[in-house]
């Protein structure tokens, strides 16, 4: 799971060795010549569903050829799931569309790699959810095929028609949880809390050990490593909002019915310029051990603290005679102490507007600034804003005609949330002169 901005989706998280999956179609193939080509599907070649309702289980697919001297490409995966029908729910990702009935798949797959070089795995993951009612022991297929053109003499490759037989077992199998915690705060800058991490299983198998993993936004800091833990600090150096990660083994057996807390306590402390944090954390048994229902794995745990972002913005003065372009900078300023950010949705942290002044035009405005009219720019901030941040924006006005103290205001515009802990709310406010009297 992790610290999400609202623009991420859930990926396949058991992507298949190719070197061992590899279609029993594809086995035994003579090496391509120069002239000819192949394409083929790697599939499982085989897999057990649990019958227990709310089990889950990915299954990757791909498609590949054998001829690195030709590019193939817009190729197209194609799965038959009518066997699946009343047993279990398929889920497939953003590039596959299913059928109004749920009997097929069709995935677009864009560039098709060739065996010996560029291909890296399977392109597609699909999920499998056991339905209630599916009756242990049955055997299914998940039929597939793919096309594909290529710049070779063939135009079009196909795959023929292969399956992977699917069989529905009663297999024990745990299920992690955890609680759903409380909001944490108001706390002051400097405070520790201990995050409270209980699993529980609520399956019928032991799992062996688990996975911790826990994401803390920029104002929370890990207190201390614990055995077993690995620690990213959170980072200012990219686009991405600064995250950390803690990510841990922890070898203690989860018993049917047991709960279980990790042998150190987990203690984070509230840094200087936190004010609206997270953490959160997910559970998974060791080993790729499936479970029963992963939809509990997870658990996002918000941390208020007592502080304020003060956020400014400023204006410029030039002086340009009539037919002259000059450059005037306005930009945004996050005074601190805290940050902001708006980790769940991805939104801007606020809006810089620019008046143009009268007797002048923009004929070059920054990229992330957009024309609301000739006379009206809105200038986008990033997602986040950690203290000190300095953006500018320059924009070229060309002088049309030469008005003293000509003036465009500069406006800050932001969520309440962020304007109810901005301390100075004036500076939210400044002016662009052109051509200035005095």
Same mark, same amino acid.
């Given at each position: 799971?992790?610290?999400?901005?609202?623009?991420?989706?859930?990926?396949?998280?058991?992507?298949?060795?190719?070197?061992?999956?590899?279609?029993?179609?594809?086995?035994?193939?003579?090496?391509?010549?120069?002239?000819?080509?192949?394409?083929?599907?790697?599939?499982?070649?085989?897999?057990?569903?649990?019958?227990?309702?709310?089990?889950?289980?990915?299954?990757?697919?791909?498609?590949?050829?054998?001829?690195?001297?030709?590019?193939?490409?817009?190729?197209?995966?194609?799965?038959?799931?009518?066997?699946?029908?009343?047993?279990?729910?398929?889920?497939?990702?953003?590039?596959?569309?299913?059928?109004?009935?749920?009997?097929? *798949?069709?995935?677009?797959?864009?560039?098709?790699?060739?065996?010996?070089?560029?291909?890296?795995?399977?392109? #597609?993951?699909?999920?499998?959810?056991?339905?209630?009612?599916?009756?242990?022991?049955?055997?299914?297929?998940?039929?597939?095929?793919?096309?594909?053109?290529?710049?070779?003499?063939?135009?079009?490759?196909?795959?023929?028609?292969?399956?992977?037989?699917?069989?529905?077992?009663?297999?024990?199998?745990?299920?992690?949880?955890?609680?759903?915690?409380?909001?944490?705060?108001?706390?002051?800058?400097?405070?520790?809390?201990?995050?409270?991490?209980? #699993?529980?299983?609520?399956?019928?198998?032991?799992?062996?050990?688990?996975?911790?993993?826990? +994401?803390?936004?920029?104002?929370?800091?890990?207190?201390?490593?614990?055995?077993?833990?690995?620690?990213?600090?959170?980072?200012?150096?990219?686009?991405?909002?600064?995250?950390?990660?803690?990510?841990?083994?922890?070898?203690?057996?989860?018993?049917?019915? *047991?709960?279980?807390?990790?042998?150190?306590?987990?203690?984070?402390?509230?840094?200087?310029?936190?004010?609206?944090?997270?953490?959160?954390?997910?559970?998974?048994?060791?080993?790729?051990?499936?479970?029963?229902?992963?939809?509990?794995?997870?658990?996002?745990?918000?941390?208020?603290?007592?502080?304020?972002?003060?956020? *400014?913005?400023?204006?410029?003065?030039?002086?340009?005679?009539?037919?002259?372009?000059?450059?005037?900078?306005?930009?945004?300023?996050?005074?601190?102490?805290? +940050?902001?950010?708006?980790?769940?949705?991805?939104?801007?942290?606020?809006? #810089? =507007?620019?008046?143009?002044?009268?007797?002048?035009?923009?004929?070059?405005?920054?990229?992330?600034?957009?024309?609301?009219?000739?006379?009206?720019?809105?200038?986008?901030?990033?997602?986040?804003? =950690?203290?000190?941040?300095?953006?500018?924006?320059?924009?070229?006005?060309?002088?049309?005609?030469?008005?003293?103290?000509?003036?465009?205001?500069?406006?800050?515009?932001?969520?309440?949330?962020?304007?109810?802990?901005?301390?100075?709310?004036?500076?939210?406010?400044?002016?662009?002169?052109?051509?200035?009297?005095?």
């Amino acid at each position: 799971m992790g610290i999400s901005t609202g623009r991420s989706r859930r990926t396949g998280a058991c992507a298949l060795v190719a070197a061992a999956v590899l279609s029993a179609t594809a086995l035994g193939t003579a090496p391509a010549s120069a002239a000819s080509d192949a394409l083929w599907v790697q599939s499982p070649g085989s897999t057990t569903l649990s019958a227990t309702p709310g089990s889950y289980k990915e299954l990757s697919f791909g498609l590949y050829h054998d001829n690195g001297d030709y590019h193939v490409a817009n190729g197209v995966l194609s799965l038959d799931l009518s066997e699946l029908a009343g047993v279990a729910e398929v889920t497939v990702p953003d590039h596959c569309s299913l059928s109004a009935s749920g009997a097929a *798949a069709t995935c677009d797959i864009w560039e098709v790699g060739d065996i010996g070089g560029s291909y890296t795995g399977p392109q #597609v993951t699909i999920g499998l959810r056991t339905l209630e009612g599916a009756p242990a022991g049955a055997e299914l297929t998940i039929g597939h095929h793919g096309q594909a053109e290529t710049d070779g003499p063939d135009g079009v490759l196909y795959t023929h028609w292969d399956s992977t037989p699917v069989r529905v077992e009663s297999v024990p199998t745990p299920d992690l949880a955890l609680a759903e915690p409380q909001p944490v705060g108001p706390l002051d800058p400097g405070d520790s809390l201990t995050a409270p991490v209980a #699993v529980t299983n609520n399956g019928d198998a032991a799992a062996h050990g688990f996975r911790l993993k826990v +994401w803390t936004t920029y104002g929370l800091e890990v207190s201390a490593t614990p055995a077993g833990c690995v620690r990213t600090p959170a980072a200012v150096d990219g686009e991405d909002m600064p995250v950390g990660l803690l990510d841990c083994t922890v070898d203690t057996v989860v018993e049917p019915g *047991a709960t279980v807390t990790p042998p150190e306590p987990l203690e984070l402390t509230l840094a200087s310029h936190a004010l609206f944090e997270r953490f959160d954390v997910s559970v998974e048994p060791l080993d790729g051990t499936s479970e029963q229902n992963p939809d509990d794995n997870g658990t996002s745990t918000p941390v208020t603290a007592r502080n304020t972002a003060d956020f *400014a913005v400023h204006g410029d003065q030039v002086t340009g005679a009539a037919g002259e372009t000059v450059t005037a900078t306005i930009g945004f300023r996050n005074r601190g102490p805290a +940050w902001f950010g708006n980790i769940g949705s991805g939104d801007a942290v606020g809006t #810089v =507007t620019l008046a143009v002044p009268e007797g002048a035009a923009v004929v070059s405005a920054p990229e992330n600034c957009r024309a609301e009219s000739s006379a009206a720019y809105r200038c986008e901030l990033p997602y986040w804003a =950690t203290p000190e941040d300095h953006l500018r924006f320059p924009f070229e006005l060309r002088v049309d005609r030469v008005v003293p103290d000509a003036t465009g205001a500069v406006t800050l515009h932001t969520s309440e949330r962020q304007a109810a802990h901005d301390p100075e709310p004036d500076n939210s406010h400044a002016v662009l002169v052109l051509n200035p009297s005095a």
